[in-house]
């Protein structure tokens, strides 16, 4: 049996060993990931909330740090729009689920980087359905379509309360 001292370094160098390998593991995968379709796209990037909206006048303006309700239906029926600008791919911010409430600092989650449910889409957003929809609908017009995913962080969390909301786990 190791002393507690070498116990520790010893756990220390097999996390390190574990480590090491899930990077060359990770490399290889995505060495192995075919990027040639996304060379020479012209890429247009949507902010969703930002865009456009299903339910209110296209010329609405928002500003601020609140939701302003755009959401993919708006976003795929101005698809023929982004297309006819000359762009092939399109680039959406976060779909998944934000937190629900407000920051004093930075307002709402309506950027999408704020998450906290990986497995559901935002509903003031839109639905999978509709994001099926828009995956099928850049397909049709031979666009690529990217989701930018944030696994690093969530929504802001500054209180026991707030991560508790979270759930388990």
């Known amino acids: 049996?190791?002393?507690p001292a070498r116990a520790r370094g010893s756990a220390f160098q097999a996390s390190i060993i574990i480590m090491s390998l899930l990077v060359v593991v990770l490399l290889?995968?995505?060495s192995a990931i075919d990027t040639t379709k996304w060379h020479g796209r012209t890429i247009y990037f949507v902010v969703t909330d930002r865009f456009a909206t299903t339910t209110s006048p296209k010329s609405r303006w928002c500003v601020g740090r609140d939701w302003c309700g755009g959401t993919l239906r708006g976003v795929i029926?101005?698809?023929d729009y982004i297309e006819s600008m000359g762009f092939d791919a399109l680039w959406i911010t976060p779909v998944v689920k934000q937190v629900p409430w407000r920051d004093n600092y930075n307002g709402t989650g309506y950027h999408g980087y704020w998450a906290l449910d990986f497995y559901q889409v935002e509903p003031r957003i839109g639905t999978e359905d509709d994001l099926l929809v828009l995956s099928a609908e850049c397909?049709?017009?031979?666009?690529?379509l990217m989701l930018d995913v944030v696994a690093n962080h969530v929504g802001p969390l500054h209180t026991p309360e707030q991560i508790a909301r979270l759930g388990p786990g």
């Open 77 to 79: 029926e101005q698809l």
């Open 28 to 30: 290889r995968l995505a």
């Open 139 to 144: 397909h049709a017009r031979g666009m690529l």
């Open 1 to 3: 049996r190791l002393p």
